[in-house]
């Protein structure tokens, strides 16, 4: 049984039981949480959030991206959000390796170097700041003025704000 597999099955179990409101493409806290794509990382969890209550937006580190203001922009301008939380966190993969090491293992692998940055760092705070003010300062944004960002720590579960 694949990986894949298991999830169906899981999902047949599960059946109706999710809690929430599934009238609505539109989140009913007008919030949009991003965050990194660590399976430890249990979003919904993590704030006690229905389904139907926010858009939650992964990637790699949790890093503001091109794509993740694609996503907001639609969440914003279509959907209804208002508000930004970033979440990054403690012993992130994206802390471990760097740009030009792990564009040159992509390219000697396939023969071609991305064009998309890897978003590497080594301060989670610091990349936490950076993505804030990216969402901050995008035109595409027409809601900047509520962006918070954290670090959540993968051994305690603790979340600390970052100014």
Sequence with gaps: MT??????????ELGEVTPGDRSSPKPSLQVAVLTCMDA???????FGL???ES?????AGGVVTDDMIRSLALSQRKLGTRE???VQHTECGLSMVTEDDFKDELES????RP????????NVENSVRTSVERVRRSAYLPHTENVRGFVYDVKTGKLTEVQ
Aim: no cysteine.
């Design 55 to 59: 858009h939650v937006l992964r990637n």
């Design 50 to 52: 229905l389904q139907g």
């Design 3 to 12: 990986s894949i597999d298991v999830l169906l099955k899981r999902n047949q």
């Design 84 to 86: 930004v939380l970033i």
């Design 115 to 122: 064009t998309w940055s890897v978003e590497a760092f080594r």
């Design 109 to 112: 692998d396939t023969g071609l």
């Design 40 to 46: 430890r990382i249990r979003v919904f969890e993590l």
